[in-house]
Structures are given as structure tokens and as C-alpha cells.
């Protein structure tokens, strides 16, 4: 009887070892099945999310009479109607880069840009950031190693930081890239990355499409009323050339200075995002229309431009 209750006990023990097995390598199949299923579909969500790029492109303007002024009341900046494409829903929208305040135009090789950097100065005192930010950008991209002070950094700075780094003394390529300076912590990029682009130093800021709350980066005191009555008229009509703007009512006896801003954009954002099942994916890109070669992408980011 003993033996018996032992090869009994030994069975079952055996038969809770076999199912445990079972249940792990099913379990683990499934798991595979799943990861499977979900890097199929991020496949095809890439896919969906590229194919949008040539939507922005159809839609941005392609002759030079509609490229000569760009405006928000254009019809590629009407965001494309949800859809719905093979399961996935999609959302895209594009938006003027050249509406947001240009890191590198702040530069001009050795020769600092005063009136983008007075929009810049003017910027992060609405943002309520230390306006000493802007010596640590000018030193981040000015070839020199000499500290501009108050709160600019160069090598010597970033050498002592851990991991330790160098100052880039180069054009940036991507707005996060602040995110590397001295001075700046998430908080406060964040609060400045929707108003910033890096685009190359000669591309202008547009009037037309600057957002509504930047506008007032444009003048010493410009109030709020100014730029909703600026924001209005170009509503009504874009302004065709840069005498209408200056000349416009809602500037009268400010003084603007006209360096580096424009009434056209050559470089646009696309954003997307791509839902399907319980997945999403954002995508960004950034398009930039040649004259002469017409639209093509220069970059793409598998989450958004500003990097959060
Ligand atoms: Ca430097």
C-alpha cells in the first residue's frame, strides 16, 4: 500500500510538472504569438504613417504663383480628415516650420542676428526663462570656445558634466538637442520647444503663420489686443508682401524689425499619428519644398519634431 501511495504521489507529481511545462510554453507562445502580431502591425502602421508624407507633399503648393505668399487660411494647412486605412485610423496635419522662431537664424556665421535675437529675448522673457539662455545657445553654435557671460558654457563647461561633453559649435539639427545645454532642463524646454525650429540660418520667420501667441515676439509691447486685431486681418487675407505687414494698423508706432522675418515657407511639418488595435504610433517629417525639384522629405522622426 505504501508503495503504492508513493508511485501515486510520484505520478501526480510528475503530471503538475508536465502541465506546468505545458501551461509556460504555452504561455510563451502565446506571449510570441503576440509579439509577432504587434511587430506585424507596427510594420504596417510604419507603412501607413510614411504613406502620409505623400498626401503633405500633394497638398503643399507646387506653383510659384501660390509659393510667392503662404498663409494658415491656405488649404494645406487643413488637417486631413480622420480615416480610416486598412483598420488603422489616421490622423495628419501639417503645420509651417517657418512659423516658429529659428534656432540657427539666431547666427550668421561669426555675426550675431540682432532682431532674431531680440525675438528670442523676447520669447523666453513671455516664457518667464532666463534670458541668459540665449548666451548658452549663441556659445552652442559659434565656432569660438569664448564664454559669453552671463550663462553661456563651452567646452571647459560641458567637459566637467557627467558623462562629459562638448560644445557642438555647429548649426543644431533638432530643437531637443537644447535639451544638452547648460541652463536648460526639461521644464524648461518644454515650456519653449512648440515656438522653436532648427532650420537652416537663412530660412525666414513668416508672418502669415506665426502662431497667434508668438506674434507678440515680433515688438517691444505689442499687447494682446494688437496681435488679435494682426492675427484677424491675416486671417481675412494673408499679407502678400512685407510692406502690407509693416504697414499694417496694428503695428502703428512700433518699431519691427523686418531682418529675417518673410511672408513664404519653404519647410513644413507633417504630424501624424496611426492608431490600430490598441497600438499608436506618431510620426513626424519634415518636408522642404525647392523650386526648382519640388517637395521632397529631409527628415523623419518616429514620435514628434520637438522629441517628447
Ligand atoms: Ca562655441
Redesign the pocket.
Known sequence: MKQQGVALITVLAIVAVVTIIAVATMSRQQMDIRYTENMLRYDQMRVLAESLDAWAISTLPANEQDLAAIGLTDSWAEPLQTDTIQQATVHARLTDLQGRLNLNSLLNGTIVQEAAVARMRRLLQRLELDENLLNSI?????????VRLPGGA??ADYERNKPAGR???RAFSSPAELLLLQGFDVQSYQRLAPFISALPSDASMNVNTIPRDLLPVLADDMSATDADLLDEQRQEQKFADMSRFLSNQALAGRTVLAAGLGVNSRYFLLRASVTLDRLEMQYSSVIHIDEEKGARVIQRIYGSYEGF
Not at 549663441?138 to 569664448?146: G, K, N, P, T
Open positions: 549663441l556659445d552652442w553654435m559659434d565656432a569660438d570656445s569664448s563651452e567646452d560644445a557642438a559649435n
